[in-house]
């Protein structure tokens, strides 16, 4: 019997339905999808040309724009479907016959997200889903149109920023400055610079001037402008890491040392946030050390490191303090650096550092040296280094396990029963490897007391496999 072929979904299989067939199709289902019956009509104008496309665009795009009902969230879900393919006509049909026309309509696209905000009952995830993937779409149709085209563009842009209140368009402003030709670039800038003495203190046109700069490499420019700031928007870290990455050590030192003295608003993800002076601490500090590295000023920067270490106990910042230490010199100062954490008096931070270097027999010996000093409290601290532990230094695991169970249970932490009940299975894993001269309560005793203390913590019983109080 031969076997039946099925005719596939795809261009080979439908063009085999027919011509009628297809349009039947069509027809029908545009009388019920708008967003469909808007697409076949932007593609049968295209053939008149690319300005009766334009025509029907603008009039969808003017009647958008123009209303002023109020939107409940069932028309919200509809204009998600709507807007998509009002979007998708816009950039394949008039983007294919005209990208600076398409452009300009994307544009116009964007800026409904002011009036469409406006009206909505409620916010609508779906809606704004569609804006943000039209601005990823726009931004790439902007970076494909000639140079002397973008230009054309550019008072559109500033008035899209300039309705931008909120920063909604933040994200797409931004890429806009790395994806415009100087030409348009330089136009941009020269609108900027007109409205910059007027605007407050937000991420407006001076931060877009600096994106600009900095994508034309324009150092002197951007550290004009970020002097320019009140002291608490200046990001000097940012700064310092610029003139770094340029060469630029001197420079890089000057803003690197000016360390902040209070609260600062910085940029992040489009927002201005609040930030202390010890933001971004970490960084300045390894960061000044690699400028006085490259400044010829060794001595200072490997000062700078070891404070860094001695202050946080950092392996990762330790390894690199090694790493520029004259050969056979590392020796002593490993000895130094773990004798400067066995007598700190954070011992969470010390146990954090042995654990992490690796190097768990001083670990270990930590443990037991402060053997009753440990508070299960900081479970986030105790817990990875019992793990770590449990099968080379089974002792000092012991002793981790046994202050978390016995933690969560004497202060009924019930949603944590189930953690403190995988550690007393881990005990008794390991309870047989406990070296004979180790002082400390047998397991069965441990969990005898475990009984008779806390008998009715069922919630903690029933998750240990055969044991009950």
């Known amino acids: 019997m031969a076997r ?29 999808n708008k967003a469909l019956k808007a697409r076949l009509l932007t593609a049968l104008a295209g053939e008149t040309g690319p300005h009766e496309m334009a025509r ?64 909505l009952v409620s916010d609508n995830a779906r809606l704004w889903k569609v804006f943000d993937e039209t601005e990823v779409a726009a931004a790439e149709l902007i970076g494909t149109i000639a140079p002397e085209e973008q230009v054309l563009l550019v008072p559109q842009i500033e008035k899209l920023r300039l309705r931008d209140r909120y920063g909604e368009h933040t994200g797409f402003l931004s890429t806009l400055t790395g994806v415009l030709a100087k030409p348009a670039a330089d ?29 034309q490499g324009d150092l002197d420019t951007l550290l004009k402008l970020e002097n320019s700031k009140p002291e608490n928007r200046r990001d000097t870290l940012a700064m310092a890491a610029l003139m770094h990455a340029a060469g630029r050590f001197q420079d890089a030192l000057e803003w690197v040392q000016q360390r902040p003295s209070g609260l600062r608003l910085l940029p992040f993800r489009g927002e201005l946030v609040s930030v ?16 006085l590295e490259r ?81 299960g ?18 002792l000092a695991a012991t002793v981790l396990y046994r202050t978390l169970i016995s933690d969560i249970l004497r202060r009924g932490i019930g949603v944590a029963y189930p953690h403190a009940a995988r550690y007393l299975v881990e005990l008794g894993r390991i309870a047989p490897h406990l070296p004979d001269d180790a002082r400390l309560k047998d397991h069965e005793d441990f969990v005898d007391d475990l009984r008779r203390n806390h008998p009715k913590k069922h919630g903690f019983w029933s998750a240990v496999p055969g044991i009950w109080p």
């Not at 964007?110 to 406006?118: D, E, G, T, V, W």
């Not at 392996?315 to 773990?338: N, W």
């Open 4 to 32: 039946q072929t099925r005719a596939k979904f795809d261009k080979k299989g439908l063009s085999g339905l027919g011509l009628d067939k297809l349009v039947e199709i069509l027809l029908e289902e545009a009388t019920a």
């Open 56 to 119: 029907l665009l603008d009039k969808r795009l003017d009647a958008y724009d123009q209303a002023v009902t109020r939107i409940n969230n069932a028309r919200a879900k509809d204009m998600a479907v709507e807007f998509a393919g009002l979007s998708r006509n816009i950039l394949s049909e008039l983007g294919a016959a005209d990208p600076v026309g398409a452009a300009e309509r994307i544009l116009r696209f964007l800026a409904l997200r002011f009036p469409i905000s406006a009206r």
């Open 187 to 215: 136009t941009w800038k020269a609108l900027l610079n007109e409205v910059l003495p007027k605007e407050p203190l937000k991420l407006g046109a001076l931060d877009l001037l600096q994106a600009l700069a900095l994508h």
């Open 276 to 291: 202390g002076p010890d933001y971004g601490a970490r960084e300045r500090r390894l960061l000044e050390a690699d400028i």
């Open 295 to 375: 400044l010829k000023r060794r001595e200072d920067a490997q000062a700078l490191r070891w404070r860094e270490f001695s202050e946080t106990f950092d392996p990762a910042v330790l390894k690199l303090y090694l790493s520029k230490l004259d050969d056979f010199a590392e020796f002593d100062e490993i000895d130094r650096a773990f004798a400067l954490v066995e007598n700190a008096s954070d011992i969470y931070a010390a146990l954090e550092f042995f654990v992490t270097w690796p190097k768990l027999d001083r670990a270990a010996a930590h443990v037991l040296r402060h053997d009753h000093r440990w508070e």
């Open 377 to 394: 409290r900081y479970f986030e601290d105790l817990a990875p280094a019992a793990e770590a532990l449990a099968d080379q230094q089974p």
